[in-house]
T-cell receptor, first 115, second 116 residues
């Protein structure tokens, strides 16, 4: 019930293409859904986040789509660039609406953008 | 403005030894979290601390693991009598401590623990 399932495990996209990563969750008490980007040898960095009261959030080339009824959310990277090559993690905040950063992470997606 | 600082970056221990991982949060942050990342897995929550207090240690193994965040100095994650299964990347994160932003975590670069 605490799991967040992420797919695909790896993704290869051509430069300029759209990268799409999907996540699904079971626990309806989750109320904050961030995406993190991690480069090799570095810690994860917050990319974009959404709450379940909106269906979409866009920041530059990055968009989160959120489907509350299906308990799914996805990250779209438009005009993908080689510099976007990294591991991406979706996450969900806590249980029962905790007010602090106890996150449940997906398994990660390794994105490779070919020039 | 330094980010979250973790040291050492790499730590090698033999089975049965102790491992001490240190984390200094971002300036102005009073809340610290420890996460563990096993190979090809996502990060798993271990413990959440405020200065001198453990708030949530529900992800911490009951034995051999402990964490502290003293009034002065860095937060310490201590693993006693390490076993090979403890080999992982350990990440520290911090947050500002204000309710509106307390879920936004800033991660350090991690400590890679290898147990021989």
């Amino acid at each position: 019930q605490q799991q967040v399932k992420q797919s695909p495990q790896s993704l290869i996209v051509q430069k300029g293409g759209i990268s799409i990563i999907n996540c699904a969750y079971e626990n309806t008490a989750f109320d904050y859904f961030p995406w993190y980007q991690q480069f090799p040898g570095k810690g994860p960095a917050l990319l974009i986040a959404i709450r379940p009261d909106v269906s979409e959030k866009k920041e530059g080339r990055f968009t989160i789509s959120f489907n509350k009824s299906a308990k799914q959310f996805s990250l779209h990277i438009m005009d993908s660039q080689p510099g976007d090559s990294a591991t991406y993690f979706c996450a969900a905040k806590g249980l029962g609406g905790t007010s602090y950063g106890k996150l449940t992470f997906g398994q990660g997606t390794i994105l490779t953008v070919h020039p | 403005n330094a980010g979250v600082m973790q040291n050492p970056r790499h730590l090698v221990r033999r089975r049965g030894q102790e491992a001490r991982l240190r984390c200094s949060p971002m300036k102005g942050h009073s809340h610290v979290y420890w996460y563990r990342q096993l190979p090809e897995e996502g990060l798993k929550f271990m413990v959440y601390l405020q200065k001198e207090n453990i708030i949530d240690e529900s992800g911490m193994p009951k034995e051999r693991f402990s964490a502290e965040f003293p009034k002065e100095g860095p937060s310490i994650l201590r693993i006693q009598q390490v076993v090979r299964g403890d080999s992982a990347a350990y990440f520290c994160a911090s947050s500002p401590g204000r309710a509106a932003t307390n879920e936004k975590l800033f991660f350090g670069s991690g400590t890679q623990l290898s147990v021989l």
